[in-house]
């Protein structure tokens, strides 16, 4: 981040919390509570949310060498992830081109080729066909050039692999593009020289939205995060920017009063607050002074999300002394999410009773309302 704007953020927060204000939108915003139950309009953000923008698939690290890969799956779809033996990382649907079986199981390896449990067929690691048992004779002038695997658009930047599954260009993805004026911000987190400390994943019964939202604000730390994160945190505090569908928001720490007494040369951002980029659809990266929590949404359905939380710490920072340390703090995330988890769920609860046709957003809750335009604005009207 410039130096110049690292300041206006911190002055920003300064010059509230001395006023002993919050950040504050215009209005508050009623939203219909529709958007989080309706399967219709869960379908729906799939199609053109979730299928159309570029999404992470995984942390570089985790396709470290040439051969390794991993399937998972994404907006529905099975894919498999490879890092060929040129370090090309590719995607595919893991999915067969004979008669469609699941080609690869089993999550992770390292793997020169691919071959069907079904029938072999198989196909190297950049996706070229290379066995069919009695080809000959079962498929004569079988053109193999023809079944590769099916590519999905991939990308390696800024340390994540993303992947689109919109568009037919494998190879043309353009991440710097999606993430716009935040790219160069992004790159200077140096996820690249990072890797995963430790990550933990489950399913919650909640709608994505919830998850991404519980991010947004700082009036709940006081009341539901009393007993985790709330004494890190100024009350209800927080400042925010759109770019594009992107946000950046801006936590201020509990210590932020000690700046008013030091010099501007001395004023760090990373020390005195966190900062939480929200990417488009479903990416958070929470940053800290020396580390990064990465939260991954994936919607299984309205009511049920796969969260998977990453901490990332320097990769070159491996003394034991700091495992303990990254070890608490990526604990305490755990914790402060469960404590969200158990809220969330209770409120996809709640909407199913009817008791209420719209939630409240309030001013100083305002990118809540800017990520459910976001959203919004990619569907079909
Ligand atoms: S379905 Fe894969 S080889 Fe037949
Ligand atoms: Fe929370």
Request: proline fraction near 4%; charge should be negative.
């Amino acid at each position: 981040m410039n130096r110049n704007l690292e300041l206006k953020l911190l002055d920003e927060l300064v010059e509230l919390k001395e006023g002993k204000q919050p950040y504050l939108d215009e209005a508050w915003v009623k939203p219909t509570t529709g958007k989080y139950f309706d399967e219709d309009h869960f379908e729906a953000e799939r199609k053109h949310v979730f299928r159309r923008q570029p999404v992470i698939a995984l942390h570089a690290s985790e396709l470290g060498e040439a051969g390794a890969y991993r399937t998972l799956e994404m907006a529905g779809r099975p894919l498999l992830i490879v890092r060929g033996e040129d370090g090309a990382v590719r995607a595919f649907y893991n999915v067969c081109r004979h008669r469609g079986a699941q080609l690869v199981g089993g999550g992770q390896g390292c793997s020169k080729r691919f071959s069907c449990p079904y029938h072999a067929w198989t196909w190297n690691n950049q996706g070229d066909l290379v066995g069919v048992p009695h080809e000959k004779t079962g498929f004569p002038d079988l053109r193999r050039e023809e079944f590769g695997l099916t590519q999905v658009a991939c990308a390696e930047y800024a340390g994540f692999i993303w992947v689109c599954q919109h568009g037919s260009a494998p190879r043309g993805l353009n991440i710097a593009e999606h993430l716009g004026p935040i790219a160069t911000e992004l790159k200077l987190l140096g996820a690249e020289g990072m890797r995963i400390f430790a990550s933990d994943s489950w399913e919650f019964n909640a709608n994505w939205k919830l998850i991404i939202e519980g991010g947004l604000e700082a009036y709940h730390f006081r009341v539901a995060h009393r007993d985790t994160i709330a004494p890190l945190f100024l009350d209800n505090l927080s400042s925010y920017q759109c770019f594009g569908n992107h946000i950046r928001s801006v936590l201020p720490r509990s210590h932020l009063g000690e700046l008013s007494g030091k010099s501007r040369q001395d004023w760090d951002i990373r020390a005195y607050t966190n900062l939480l980029y929200t990417l488009f659809p479903s990416t958070q990266f929470l940053v800290q002074e020396d580390h990064i929590a990465w939260i991954q949404v994936e919607p299984l359905a309205a009511g049920k999300t796969r969260l998977r939380l990453s901490t990332l710490a320097p990769a070159a920072d491996q003394v034991p002394a700091r495992e303990n340390y990254w070890r608490s703090n990526h604990n305490l995330t755990v914790r402060t999410l469960g404590e969200d988890f158990a809220i969330g769920e209770g409120i996809q609860k709640g909407f199913c009773s009817g008791a209420n046709s719209h939630l409240n957003y309030g001013r100083f809750e305002g990118a809540l309302a800017r990520f459910n335009e976001a959203v919004s604005n990619h569907l079909p009207a």
